[in-house]
């Protein structure tokens, strides 16, 4: 048992500094390497598994609400760049330009593409031409640079993964719904699939995506109270189409300007399962993305008979699970420890006295319950407890969550919360950009998240002026 004292000792405790908790464990499950490119990490393969999982399980629902996959350039000429100034303007701190092809300068920079509006748009003006083109719906799944000053794995790097879709439509009405639609998709997938609850609504202007007339937000809460965009859906009316003179001949016959929407999610993902349901010993990783969804343990595995019944376990399980069979000559204190460090939802342990009394002990990496389970109804019972795993790691992070969201009526009570407990924050807000500014500049980074779809009224002014409020804000800090 020591070598399972010290792998489990190399993780600094969560409480104790929570940023070296998160590396650690990002190390220490061979979830990334870093690169000889700062900024840049190198996604090994439990961790690229982890976003196969979440990439199947997405793509599924976009198909399934009528969603196509395409694939776009990875360069944006310059110039095509510019055809949109507020969207440029917001992306040109982090773009990364190439300027020279083999040997020879080019005579026009290429952006590596941070987003792909632009590419969307010039390729919609080439094939859309009348009502019956529409809508498209389409998305891409690729990575992106944008040029990150302070860099952390998943959370925030110079290149990631992700899926970006790009839609246009017939009218207004179209458009806007489905920007909530795949708001909605994104909100479904982390409570289903993910077991992350979060607050969803629209951002302030001040917040919104470049570009766009109006963004809205998925924004989950970490374990320590700060939040993570965790996704965001965009409206941007006509003004992409009128800029890349996109037009349709409408059911009237006269030509049209059709409307647009963006939508995104990235491995940042990874980064939110690993601070919302990870523990000192490592990952928690929810059943439905799992690499490994079971790991059998076989305890005794020199005797007679135990590694043949392991086997006949693994093949049984393997029909209906992602199941790993450890039959290395580690000890079985080591594989424990190894694979609640990786966050295996289930471990079935199986050694000589289990097979005499034709039963398994089956542990579950969220609280560490032991169960006994006679061998002929192990699927039945796998399968309820990776379900009963979901639905508690759902009610822990919800029960985290509304223990760390508390309401401020008025400007010191803001500023309290701010400094002493770590959450999100409901309170009030004028409208004023100023506003926003002020609050994050004196509690040193607490922005508004969002204006929720169900807002309360807290109180008649604002939090921060005293000036009559129009809307009730989520406030939090970020990564």
Not at 185 to 194: A, M
Not at 316 to 337: A, C, E, I, M, T
Not at 442 to 462: L, M, Q
Request: with cysteine; glycine share 6%; proline share 5%.
């Amino acid at each position: 048992m020591g070598k399972n004292k010290k792998f489990v000792s190399a993780i600094t405790s969560r409480d104790e500094d929570f940023a070296k908790w998160y590396t650690d464990i990002v190390k220490k499950a061979e979830l990334t390497d870093y690169s000889g490119i700062k900024g840049c990490m190198i996604i090994r393969p439990y961790g690229y598994a982890i976003w196969e999982n979440i990439q199947a399980d997405l793509d599924r629902r976009f198909k399934e609400t009528g969603h196509q996959n395409v694939y776009m350039p990875m360069f944006i000429p310059e110039s095509l760049l510019q055809k949109e100034k507020d969207h440029v303007d917001g992306f040109a701190p982090e773009c990364a330009w190439v300027t020279v092809g083999g040997q020879e300068k080019l005579q026009e920079r290429l952006c590596v593409r941070p987003t792909s509006e632009t590419l969307f748009c010039e390729h919609y003006s080439k094939i859309i031409e009348t009502y019956r083109d529409l809508p498209k719906l389409y998305n891409q799944w690729c990575s992106v640079v944008r040029w990150e000053k302070t860099t952390r794995p998943f959370l925030r790097t110079s290149e990631f993964l992700w899926q970006e879709g790009h839609t246009m439509h017939e009218t207004e009405e179209e458009a806007r719904e489905e920007t909530l639609r795949m708001l909605q998709v994104y909100t479904d997938f982390y409570k289903e699939t993910l077991a992350i609850p979060a607050v969803i609504g629209r951002k302030t202007e001040k917040e919104k995506f470049a570009g766009a007339e109006e963004t809205y937000t998925i924004e989950p809460m970490m374990h320590n109270g700060v939040a993570l965009q965790g996704g965001t859906s965009h409206y941007f009316g006509d003004g992409f189409a009128k800029q890349f003179d996109i037009t349709f001949q409408g059911r009237d016959n006269k030509p049209h300007y059709p409307h647009q929407t963006s939508w995104g999610v990235s491995t940042r993902m990874i980064g939110a399962i690993i601070m919302v349901h990870g523990d000192d010993e490592g990952l928690v990783l929810p059943p439905k993305i799992s690499p490994i969804q079971v790991a059998i343990i076989p305890i005794a595995q020199h005797k007679e008979g135990v590694l043949d019944k392991a086997n006949e376990l693994y093949d049984r399980l393997k029909k209906q699970f992602r199941v790993k069979l450890d039959d290395s000559d580690n000890s079985p204190g080591w594989k424990f420890s190894e694979y609640e460090m990786k966050g295996v939802p289930v471990r079935v342990e199986l050694g000589p006295k289990d097979i005499e009394n034709n039963q398994c002990v089956i542990v579950r990496r969220d609280n560490r319950e032991k169960i006994f389970v006679p061998l002929d109804q192990l699927e039945d019972k796998i399968a309820e407890t990776l379900q009963a795993i979901h639905d508690s790691m759902y009610e822990k992070a919800l029960k985290n969550m509304q223990e760390k969201t508390f309401t401020a009526k008025t400007y010191d009570e803001f500023i309290d919360i701010a400094e002493n407990h770590p959450g999100f924050i409901k309170a009030m807000w004028c409208g004023d950009t100023a506003c926003e500014e002020k609050l994050k500049e004196v509690t040193h980074g607490v922005k508004s998240r969002c204006i929720p779809f169900n807002e309360e009224h807290i109180a008649d002014t604002c939090v921060c002026c005293g000036k009559p409020a129009k809307h009730m804000v989520f406030w939090g800090k970020q990564y």
